[in-house]
């Protein structure tokens, strides 16, 4: 009767910053950082020090300085197995917790149907918990009702405010107007929750997905939120969807419609939306937001927020791993300086990525690896434009 459908994985943007205390299994070394920021995009983390990140489906995490990685889990002799074990709880509920003052902070969602006035209806509910690395104790904080945290919407830390996507469900209704089933994703709310009281704060409706559907039928079931970044004050979201519908028979043949979309932003000061563009954007991070002029979206643009230069980017024939550090653009396992308008190799030992952030005179690489150790730091000095 009730049918999910699995978390879009559509685009992967980050930055780094943020406040993390973590503990090896093996060494119960506390990694405390004082920043109070992060960017969370699902399959890592990054942060000014540190980055959480998704191996295997367990949760590790790399120290910037000594580039170890260890298991977000400080229990002697783990097997990640247990109930209380933070790595296995990171693994049920396919996510990665957000760390602050020593505690991790996850979702747990729940669907189901109740009746109300003689018809079916959804009953969803959001559980926050937090993880105490300090006991290994696990307490519950808050309960949202009415709505599902979008786990594939990212979400961003400012201070001792985390900002996440919680969406109403889609749900599909008989002649009778009882719902029959649900996805995920589709339209949602901009909260916030305060890691300190634990007091959760609804932004209202991201965008108007009711009109959305009217003018696009096809997005009903396609619709996905995103944070892709934080400039100045405002967070920048991605709404992207689908105009035509995907048929088994698309998909079969490699055929599926392309993602439109647009950008809103959030801004921190006065809590009000606004609509930015109507272009499929990938990250807007340290002063530059990226985006798509095409239909097929390989013709990348970047402009500079504070001049309002824009720069013709490379071409990209895959956009999960784009991110934008220290004036470059990294994509594709390349990275495009965009002063200059140059392709640079990346010089590193392993197959690499993307970059996800700087440290110190470094870029922090991701490589591909048949290890947990995903991640090397390469002197920036090595770059040549």
Not at 6 to 30: E, G, H, P, R, V
Not at 285 to 302: Q, R, S, V
Request: proline share 3%; glycine share 6%; aromatic share 12%.
């Amino acid at each position: 009767m009730k049918k999910n459908m699995s978390a879009k994985k559509i685009m992967l943007i980050f930055t780094s910053i943020c406040l993390i205390s973590a503990t090896s299994c093996n060494t119960q070394k506390d990694n405390n950082k004082n920043t109070n920021k992060a960017f969370n995009n699902l399959s890592e983390i990054r942060m000014d020090n540190s980055a959480i990140y998704n191996y295997d489906g367990s949760a590790y995490v790399i120290d910037y300085e000594s580039m170890e990685s260890s298991t977000l889990c400080n229990i002697p002799n783990c097997t990640h197995s247990s109930a209380d074990c933070i790595v296995n709880i990171c693994k049920i509920n396919n996510e990665l917790p957000i760390v602050y003052n020593s505690s991790a902070y996850y979702f747990v969602n729940s669907d189901s149907f109740a009746e109300k006035n003689g018809k079916s209806v959804l009953d969803l509910k959001t559980d926050i918990k937090k993880y105490d690395f300090n006991n290994n104790k696990i307490s519950h904080v808050t309960t949202i009702d009415g709505f599902n945290m979008d786990i594939s919407s990212g979400g961003y830390l400012i201070g001792s405010d985390y900002y996440f996507i919680n969406t109403y469900g889609n749900p599909r209704y008989d002649d009778a107007g009882n719902v029959t089933m649900t996805t995920n994703g589709g339209g949602g709310n901009l909260f916030s929750i305060n890691l300190e009281t634990g007091k959760v704060t609804d932004y209202g409706e991201v965008f108007d997905y009711e009109k959305l559907k009217e003018t696009y039928p096809a997005s009903a079931n396609s619709t996905s939120i995103q944070i892709t970044g934080k400039i100045d004050n405002n967070l920048f979201m991605n709404i992207h969807y689908q105009k035509e519908e995907c048929t088994i028979e698309m998909m079969q043949n490699g055929d599926v419609p392309p993602f439109s979309g647009e950008t809103y932003t959030f801004n921190l000061d006065t809590h009000k939306y606004e609509k930015y563009d109507d272009y499929f954007s990938t990250c807007s991070m340290n002063g530059y937001h990226t985006y798509f002029t095409d239909e097929d979206n390989t013709k990348l643009e970047i402009k500079n927020i504070k001049t309002g230069e824009i720069t013709k980017g490379p071409e990209i024939t895959g956009f999960n791993t784009i991110s934008v550090i220290d004036d470059k653009i990294w994509h594709d396992s390349t990275c495009f300086d965009i002063k200059t308008g140059n392709e640079i190799e990346i010089p590193s030992k392993l197959p690499p990525k993307t970059a996800i952030g700087e440290y110190k005179d470094y870029y922090i690489v991701q490589v591909e690896s048949n290890d947990q150790n995903m991640f090397e730091k390469i002197l920036k000095s090595k770059f040549n434009s």
